[in-house]
């Protein structure tokens, strides 16, 4: 599986941003999906997850209210929505698949197989 991530750049506070990841290579909706960020210094994070199906959703308590996961399978594309951005957000974004069973969300780093190559969102202040 292949995954591509796009929509990441320069945005001030309060802005907004919009994250695609593509993949290729296995049917889509046989993957589970999630989107982790790494800050400078930190570990990588989960920051929302979304099940095979799209059916059912997840997202960092921080995360709630400000960013929405969504997948349209048609498309092999997972989404991530970020609303009210803020200087904390600034990190390297990337879109992770799973295959592991079960048509939940996985929340476990150690589950997710494939990466995307990340995408950098920076916030100013």
């Known amino acids: 599986v292949q995954l591509q991530a796009s929509g990441g750049g320069l945005v001030q506070a309060g802005g907004s941003l919009r994250l695609s990841c593509v993949a290729s290579?296995?049917?889509?909706?046989?993957?589970?999906m999630g989107w982790f960020r790494q800050a400078s210094g930190k570990e990588r994070e989960l920051v929302a997850a979304?099940?095979?199906?799209?059916?059912?959703?997840w997202h960092a308590n921080s995360m709630k209210g400000r960013f929405t996961i969504s997948r349209e399978n048609a498309k092999s594309t997972v989404f991530l929505q970020m609303n009210s951005l803020e200087p904390e957000d600034t990190a390297v974004y990337y879109c992770?698949?799973?295959?592991?069973?079960?048509?939940?969300?996985?929340?476990?780093?150690?589950?997710?197989?494939?990466w995307g190559q990340g995408t950098q969102v920076t916030v100013s202040s």
């Open positions: 979304i099940s095979r199906s799209g059916a059912n959703a």
């Open positions: 992770a698949g799973s295959t592991r069973d079960g048509g939940t969300v996985i929340l476990g780093k150690s589950w997710y197989e494939y």
């Open positions: 290579g296995r049917t889509f909706n046989s993957i589970a």
